[in-house]
Structures are given as structure tokens and as C-alpha cells.
């Protein structure tokens, strides 16, 4: 987070890819991406325009790649309730895109700059909390949307401008007492973790999406099976006895018993959605290129905090303050959305 009073210096970290387990030993991995349409294909298409000033497709593909991948694994069947969400999502995204173009005209005007350290440091966060630490997932997903690291960068150099201009638009409100940075800490302090030291353990059904042993098995037929024993599971049937006598894994004569399952061995997508339920909540049939996975969470241990110290305060003095300023920084950006020329077309 910026200061309001001044951009800080932030050490700058490295990148560490960690190794990803077999969707029949952990977890499921990256659900399969869209199908790419036939005949001719636009490279990059128009998302929107702002002052003349393009909004591309594959920039905000890029952001909703990590949303795109936790609906397609929780909705195999997408589905009203898929396509409301990925709306949703994808609006959101636009909007936000939107806006940093109306602001980022404002901060040129200003002729303030951000620290190149400032930039590297939010990349990493990033690539922590949204590929588990994983560089090369993220860099693949980069590759993917046809963007460069050099584009990216100017995305983050772009969303960090909107942090610092909106600090300074309303830099007059009361500054935040000591109760609220506290009470803003331990609200936010779990979602504030280091995520790439998260553990879980959990219990696991796999079912395959074919199965050798039955040629006129389909991945549609397969997925019917998995929604059975989720149905069984919610009436009561013993995980246990259900995942010895179905599931298609190492762990199937366990019981399909995972134990103490560090989160970076897992899928960005997979982890995002086991760690958020609750434990002993029945989750799936989670989708992935191999197959449909249900999974009882049994226990999470999250990762440790950031300690309350000045840089986080810092931060959380940004928090409380945003708070503080947020209906007048809607009716702020509202007036300058009213005045710029915007077309949306995605």
C-alpha cells in the first residue's frame, strides 16, 4: 500500500516456482482453459476505450484468469450460476481498467512517478497470493493472454498510480486512532497472510475423467458418478467407505486420507477454494483435465500473519482511510467518469 504523505522504498524480493504434485497424489490442476474458436482468431481485441486510450481483451483476460480458473473447477457444468459470477467478475474487471485510465490522466498531469522497487514488490505479492508463489504458472499465464512482462508492468504501475492518486485526493480526512488500526489488523490480518505457508489436510475422492476399465465411460457419464457420491457424502455416508470402494488414486485405500498437504503443492484454483470452505464442509465435484474431485477439508492451519509493525501500519492506516473516504471517492471518480469518453465493447 502507498503512503498518502509519500511512495515508500520497498525491498525488492525474488521469485520461487514450487513444485507441483500429480492431481492423483494432491490436488486437481489447472481446469481447462476455453475453446479456442476456429477460422480466424483476433490477437487482441477492443475490451473498451477511454479518451481514446485502448483497454484490451487480453489485459483483462489476464486479470480474470485466476477468478476464470476457480469457477470452471467449482462448476463443471457451468451453468446459470457460472456465467453470473464470470459476469460479474469480468464487469468489475472492465470498470476497475476504466478507471485507472481516468486517473492515470490526472497523474500525468501531476508529472509524479512511481519507484520501479515499488512495482516489483506488488508483482510479487501478487504471484504469492494468486499462483502460490508460483513464477512460471504465472508467467505461463502471461504467455497465454499474448501479454509481456513489460506490459504487466505498466498494469501494475497503472493500479498502484490509482492507490496514490486517491491517497492524495483525500489526504484531508481525520487521520485513523490507534483502536482502528488494531481493530482494521485483526480483521484483515488472515487475508493478509502468507498463503505459500498455508497447510491443510483433507479427505479426497477422484473419480477419472474416463475410465480404461469401461470404454463407453464419457467425461459427462464420469462426471454423473462424482455427483452421486457428493450427494451420498450430503446424506451421510461415510467419506471413508465411499472413497475406498470409488476413488481412482494412491489414496483411495487410506480412505482418501491427505494429511498436513503444504498449499504450494496444490493448484493456485484448487487451493483458493478448499482453504475458504469450511472444515468438514463436502466440496465438489471439482473439475480438472484429469477428472472430478470431492474433498472434506479435516483441518487448515493458515500462515502466519504480518506482525504489526510500522510498514504495517502504514498499510493499515491506508485501509481505515479508504474506508473513511470511500463515498466521497465514489462520488469523485463518478463526476470523472460523467466527463470522460468511454466506449465499452467487451
Avoid at 451453468?79 to 468489475?92: N, S
Avoid at 478507471?99 to 515499488?118: C, N, T, Y
Avoid at 464420469?222 to 465411499?242: R, S, T
Wanted: proline letters at 8%; hydrophobic letters at 35%; zero cysteines.
Amino acid at each position: 500500500m502507498i503512503s498518502r504523505f509519500a511512495i515508500a522504498t520497498m525491498l525488492v524480493g525474488t521469485f520461487t516456482a514450487s513444485p507441483q504434485v500429480s492431481a492423483q497424489q494432491a490436488a486437481p490442476q489447472s481446469p481447462p482453459q476455453p475453446t479456442r474458436p476456429s477460422g480466424l482468431i483476433e490477437v487482441n481485441g477492443i475490451a473498451a476505450k477511454v479518451n481514446g486510450k485502448v483497454i484490451t481483451k487480453n489485459e483483462v483476460s489476464f486479470m480474470l484468469s485466476p477468478r476464470y480458473a476457480q469457477l470452471a473447477a467449482q462448476f463443471p457444468r457451468r451453468g446459470p450460476q457460472f456465467e453470473a459470477q464470470f459476469k460479474q467478475a469480468k464487469t468489475a474487471i472492465i470498470q476497475e481498467l476504466i478507471d485507472r485510465e481516468i486517473i492515470m490522466d490526472e497523474f500525468k498531469q501531476l508529472g509524479a512517478s512511481i519507484k520501479p522497487s515499488i512495482i516489483d514488490e506488488e508483482i510479487k505479492r501478487q504471484v504469492r497470493d494468486l499462483y502460490n508463489g508460483d513464477e512460471g504458472k504465472f508467467r505461463d499465464e502471461l504467455k497465454r493472454n499474448r501479454l509481456t512482462m513489460e506490459g504487466y508492468r505498466e498494469m501494475t504501475h497503472d493500479k498502484m498510480v490509482v492507490q496514490a492518486m486517491r491517497s492524495k485526493q483525500f489526504s484531508d480526512a481525520p487521520p485513523p486512532l490507534p483502536n482502528e488500526i488494531q481493530n482494521e489488523y485483526n480483521e484483515v490480518k488472515l487475508t493478509i497472510r502468507d498463503v505459500t505457508k498455508d497447510v491443510i489436510s483433507f479427505e479426497k475422492i477422484f473419480i477419472p475423467a474416463t475410465d480404461p476399465s469401461n470404454p463407453s465411460a464419457t467425461p459427462e457419464s464420469q462426471l454423473g458418478i462424482a455427483e452421486n457420491l457428493a450427494k451420498q457424502l450430503a446424506d451421510g455416508k461415510d467419506f471413508a467407505e465411499l472413497a475406498k470402494a470409488n476413488s481412482k488414486d494412491a489414496f483411495a485405500d487410506k480412505g482418501g486420507v491427505q494429511e498436513n498437504v503444504p498449499r504450494t503443492d496444490l493448484s493456485p484454483e484448487f487451493a483458493a477454494i478448499i482453504f475458504d470452505a469450511p472444515v468438514g464442509k463436502i466440496v465438489g465435484p471439482l473439475m480438472d483435465p484429469q477428472g472430478f474431485t470431492i474433498v472434506k477439508p479435516t483441518k487448515i492451519l493458515h500462515g502466519p500473519p504480518p506482525p504489526l509493525d510500522d510498514k504495517m501500519r502504514q498499510m493499515l492506516e491506508e485501509r481505515v482511510h479508504k474506508k473513511k473516504t470511500s463515498a466521497q471517492y465514489e462520488r469523485w471518480i463518478e463526476s470523472r467518469r460523467k466527463k470522460a469518453m468511454i466506449d465499452i465493447r467487451a
